[in-house]
Structures are given as structure tokens and as C-alpha cells.
């Protein structure tokens, strides 16, 4: 499965950005297929901030991405969302989707390994900044 992220840009300190992740060859899909958020900025460490699961829609999210940030996953249009709300400086990174096989590897959320996730995108740029 090759994935393929939309929806970054730049805003203002307080600002909202809708992140996509989407299967981008022909004839592929991200059913049954658990996917992550992972960020990562200049001279920081990467770090993982909501999955949800390819078997039940469960979520998960780093501390620093509970109550700002929100995933969820559309079947009819095969994609998986990250909403950002409330955004921060620090939240200043390139945002990569990721997918494993049904269920959630919820080390990698913080600072953790990056465990299986087999299949990455290339990612799109965040920028907060006043």
C-alpha cells in the first residue's frame, strides 16, 4: 500500500489544518489497515500522535495530542483524517501517515519505536507561525 498525505500548510498560532492520508496506487485501500500519525521536526525526535485501528475504529493519541488533535477514518473515500485544532508553534513538523495490518502498535505514540508499519508516506509540512 503506498500512501500519500494532503492537507498541510501554514497558519497562525491558534489555527486548524485537516491532514488526509489516502492508499495512492490505483486498485489499493486502507481497509483492514491500522494507521499512525507520526511527526517529526528539525532537530527533534519523531513522534508518534493518534493511530486508529483497521478492526474497530479505536483511537489512540499521544498526551501532547489529546484534546487538540482528532483522527478518523472515512470508508466511503478510503481516507483517514487528522484534524488539528488549536495549533501551537511546537507543533511545527512534517506529519507522515503510516498503516499496518489491523490493529494500532501503540508504542510508537510519543516518543517511541516505530514498530511494524510497513507501508509511509512522504508526508506534508506543517507550519505554525505568527
Known amino acids: 500500500v503506498q500512501l500519500a498525505e494532503s492537507g498541510g500548510g501554514m497558519v497562525q498560532p491558534g489555527g486548524s489544518l485537516n491532514l488526509s492520508c489516502r492508499a495512492s496506487e490505483s486498485g489499493s485501500s486502507l481497509g483492514g489497515y491500522a494507521v499512525v500519525w507520526v511527526r517529526q521536526a528539525p532537530e527533534k525526535g519523531r513522534e508518534g500522535v493518534a493511530c486508529?485501528?483497521?478492526?474497530?475504529?479505536?483511537?489512540y493519541y499521544s498526551d501532547s495530542a489529546k484534546g487538540r488533535f482528532t483522527i478518523s477514518s472515512d470508508d466511503t473515500t478510503d481516507t483517514v483524517f487528522l484534524q488539528l485544532n488549536n495549533l501551537e508553534p511546537e507543533d511545527t513538523a512534517v506529519y507522515s501517515c503510516a498503516a499496518r495490518r489491523w490493529y494500532c502498535y501503540t508504542g510508537t505514540l510519543g516518543s517511541g519505536p516505530v514498530g511494524d508499519y510497513a507501508y509511509w508516506g512522504q508526508g506534508t509540512q506543517v507550519s505554525v507561525s505568527s
Open positions: 486508529i485501528s483497521g478492526a474497530n475504529d479505536n483511537t
